[in-house]
């Protein structure tokens, strides 16, 4: 067995070959293509090789064409943070780092990360790509709030100014500022641009997860909705990797930092994580809040000792907890009630259901 150590950049990587008796055997830079990769590896015919390398801004097209090659039995992708932790040294070079890579490889000591199947990783940028659409739809929305109030143009009493009625009054504006106008007018083709993204990214994923039980799972969840569960499920992918409900919260980046020396213990800021799963739960425990009973309640009983971003921050966890069991377990989501004095249930507690309103 040959351990190979793949140190990789936008254009060319390098590799280190090593034996099972940790001697290098070899250090070769290449470009990004198969041709030359497999030219390293056909120096090593008959032998089967291990390779592994470290998660980046490219990492997907090497991963996947290591996979291809003949002769690899096993492809590792390291979480660049904790090898550097693992062996970090005063001298970086590229011929060091693939050495080092191949060296914990064969010694079993990579910090590995779990890797979606490809077509969950591009199903993940489709679903992230909307969100950049949603989020993008609302800076405009702002910016042409700001253009009416210094304009000083009374907007009419409406449900939704963004809406068919709404959008109709905004594109007959004639601004006395040509400047403004200008501004406005270009804000609105943005957003109707944007609006067209939106929907066909939407189509898209309806029609790759239509018949994703889990997803709808997701949705009897207080908050989560059909953009939610969709790209919960494309980040979580299998709740089966997750041994409790507190690694998930980890995961998502939802749970604070423990920093401990003799009889001194402090709460600090949040680990880092998935930043697109605490987006979503975050969001989305903003409309548990105001539908469910239970989230409600348990927001305003931390809100009194934590503040309200900590409070946001602990039913966002919260959340996350209940995806996990309801993923896990595969049931619907059921609402646990405050009584009568407005005391949350204990664990283990009888549960009812919640009214309709609850399962958005």
């Given at each position: 067995?040959l351990?190979?150590?793949v140190?990789?950049h936008k254009?060319y990587s390098?590799m280190?070959v090593?034996?099972?008796r940790?001697e290098?055997?070899?250090?070769?830079?290449?470009?990004?293509?198969?041709?030359?990769?497999?030219e390293?590896l056909?120096?090593y015919?008959?032998e089967?090789f291990?390779a592994?390398?470290?998660?980046?801004?490219n990492?997907?097209v090497?991963?996947d064409?290591?996979w291809?090659m003949e002769?690899?039995v096993d492809v590792?992708?390291?979480?660049?943070s904790?090898?550097?932790?693992?062996a970090?040294g005063k001298?970086k070079?590229?011929k060091?780092?693939?050495?080092?890579l191949?060296?914990?490889?064969?010694?079993?000591y990579?910090p590995?990360v779990?890797v979606?199947d490809?077509p969950?990783?591009?199903?993940?940028?489709v679903?992230?790509?909307?969100?950049?659409?949603v989020?993008?739809?609302?800076?405009l929305k702002?910016r042409?709030?700001?253009?009416?109030?210094?304009s000083h143009i009374e907007?009419?009493?409406?449900r939704d100014?963004?809406?068919?009625?709404g959008?109709?009054f905004?594109e007959?504006l004639e601004?006395?500022?040509k400047n403004?106008?200008i501004?406005?007018?270009?804000?609105l083709?943005l957003?109707?641009?944007?609006?067209?993204?939106?929907?066909?990214?939407?189509?898209v994923l309806?029609?790759e997860?239509?018949?994703?039980s889990d997803?709808?799972l997701?949705r009897?969840?207080?908050?989560?909705?059909k953009?939610f569960?969709q790209?919960i499920i494309?980040?979580i992918?299998d709740?089966?990797r997750?041994a409790?409900?507190?690694?998930?919260?980890?995961y998502?980046?939802?749970?604070p930092?423990i920093h401990?020396s003799?009889n001194?213990?402090?709460?600090?800021?949040?680990v880092?994580?998935?930043?697109?799963?605490?987006w979503?739960?975050?969001?989305?425990?903003h409309?548990?809040i105001?539908?469910?009973?239970y989230?409600?309640?348990?927001?305003?009983?931390?809100?009194n000792?934590?503040?309200?971003s900590?409070?946001t921050i602990?039913?966002a966890?919260?959340?996350a907890?209940v995806a996990?069991?309801?993923?896990?377990?595969?049931?619907?989501?059921i609402?646990?009630?405050?009584?009568?004095?407005?005391h949350l249930?204990s664990v283990?507690?009888s549960?009812?259901?919640?009214p309709?309103s609850?399962?958005?």
């Amino acid at each position: 067995m040959l351990y190979g150590g793949v140190d990789i950049h936008k254009r060319y990587s390098v590799m280190s070959v090593i034996n099972e008796r940790g001697e290098c055997l070899e250090t070769k830079r290449f470009e990004n293509n198969r041709a030359e990769l497999q030219e390293i590896l056909d120096r090593y015919k008959g032998e089967t090789f291990k390779a592994v390398i470290e998660a980046g801004l490219n990492w997907g097209v090497m991963y996947d064409m290591l996979w291809e090659m003949e002769g690899i039995v096993d492809v590792k992708l390291a979480n660049a943070s904790k090898v550097k932790a693992i062996a970090s040294g005063k001298i970086k070079t590229d011929k060091i780092d693939s050495k080092i890579l191949g060296q914990m490889l064969r010694m079993d000591y990579i910090p590995e990360v779990w890797v979606p199947d490809n077509p969950t990783r591009v199903l993940r940028e489709v679903a992230r790509y909307r969100l950049f659409t949603v989020k993008f739809k609302t800076m405009l929305k702002n910016r042409i709030h700001d253009i009416l109030l210094k304009s000083h143009i009374e907007v009419p009493e409406l449900r939704d100014l963004f809406g068919s009625h709404g959008l109709k009054f905004l594109e007959s504006l004639e601004l006395k500022d040509k400047n403004y106008d200008i501004l406005l007018k270009r804000q609105l083709a943005l957003l109707k641009q944007m609006k067209e993204e939106d929907k066909e990214m939407q189509e898209v994923l309806e029609m790759e997860l239509k018949d994703r039980s889990d997803i709808k799972l997701l949705r009897s969840i207080p908050g989560i909705g059909k953009v939610f569960g969709q790209l919960i499920i494309l980040e979580i992918s299998d709740i089966g990797r997750f041994a409790n409900a507190q690694k998930l919260c980890s995961y998502c980046g939802l749970a604070p930092s423990i920093h401990s020396s003799g009889n001194t213990s402090y709460h600090g800021k949040l680990v880092i994580g998935n930043k697109w799963l605490r987006w979503a739960f975050i969001e989305a425990s903003h409309s548990a809040i105001n539908v469910s009973p239970y989230f409600k309640k348990h927001y305003v009983n931390v809100k009194n000792r934590a503040g309200t971003s900590g409070a946001t921050i602990s039913v966002a966890r919260k959340l996350a907890t209940v995806a996990y069991h309801v993923l896990k377990e595969k049931r619907d989501y059921i609402e646990l009630l405050p009584d009568n004095k407005g005391h949350l249930p204990s664990v283990g507690a009888s549960r009812s259901f919640t009214p309709d309103s609850c399962q958005v």
